[in-house]
């Protein structure tokens, strides 16, 4: 039972235009949220994050929405920078008690930016 | 320092060997992570440390043995795997979470590990 799900594998989009990736969950006890950038053969670097009690959260050409009644989230990027193509993943947190968090990943988007 | 590092950064082992990959930050941290990255797959948590103590084994088979000696090392102890086994290894720490959220929460580069 997948708990967090990107359900589009892939997008592409034209440079300078906006990137908008959705990513959807199901468990409402988590309570953070997060997006990651991946490269073949790397680790995931982080993006930006938001708390489940906010709604938004911008972070330079990042930003993103939270609608917890829907449960669903978007992370738009504008511009888009050929250098942005990577394989982004959404990840919700539960916390694991002490002071740690364990994340849950969705299976992730190929975003591709067209010069 | 923002990073984790993880050593080696490729591991080629035989089914009857026994080997380690280490983890290492300096950001202090007290809350340090293995995850498993299978090719086409997005990570899958295997164990949670939280002030070097196991909190949490998301039932690993016991050929995979962590351990943590200090705050900020992290290890994971391999012995007769088998080819399955075969993924990338990341290893990630992370802080309590502040205004912007879980911020901070940081991967290493991983461990392509192959088993043969």
């Known amino acids: 039972d997948q708990q967090v799900k990107q359900n589009s594998p892939s997008l592409s989009v034209q440079e300078g235009r906006i990137s908008i990736l959705n990513c959807d969950y199901t468990n409402s006890m988590f309570d953070y949220f997060l997006w990651y950038k991946k490269y073949p053969a790397e680790g995931p670097t982080f993006l930006i994050s938001i708390s489940s009690i906010k709604d938004k959260n911008e972070d330079g050409r990042f930003t993103v929405f939270l609608n917890k009644s829907a449960k669903h989230l978007s992370l738009h990027i504008v511009p888009s920078q050929p250098g942005d193509s990577a394989v982004y993943f959404c990840?919700?947190?539960?916390?694991?008690?002490?002071?740690?968090?364990?994340?849950?990943f969705g299976k992730g988007t190929k975003l591709s930016v067209i010069p | 320092d923002t990073e984790v590092t993880q050593t080696p950064k490729h591991l080629v082992m035989g089914m009857t060997n026994k080997k380690s990959l280490k983890c290492e930050q300096h950001m202090g941290h007290r809350a340090m992570y293995w995850y498993k990255q299978k090719a086409k797959k997005p990570p899958e948590l295997m164990f949670v440390?939280?002030?070097?103590?196991?909190?949490i084994n998301e039932s690993v088979p016991s050929r995979f043995s962590p351990e943590c000696p200090n705050s900020s090392l992290l290890n994971l102890h391999l012995h007769a795997l088998q080819p399955e086994d075969s993924a990338l290894y990341l290893c990630?720490?992370?802080?309590?979470?502040?205004?912007?959220?879980?911020?901070?929460?940081?991967f290493g580069s991983g461990t392509r590990l192959t088993v043969v």
């Open positions: 440390y939280s002030y070097e103590k196991l909190s």
């Open positions: 990630a720490s992370s802080q309590a979470p502040g205004p912007g959220g879980l911020v901070g929460y940081t």
């Open positions: 990840a919700a947190s539960a916390s694991s008690g002490a002071g740690s968090y364990q994340l849950t």
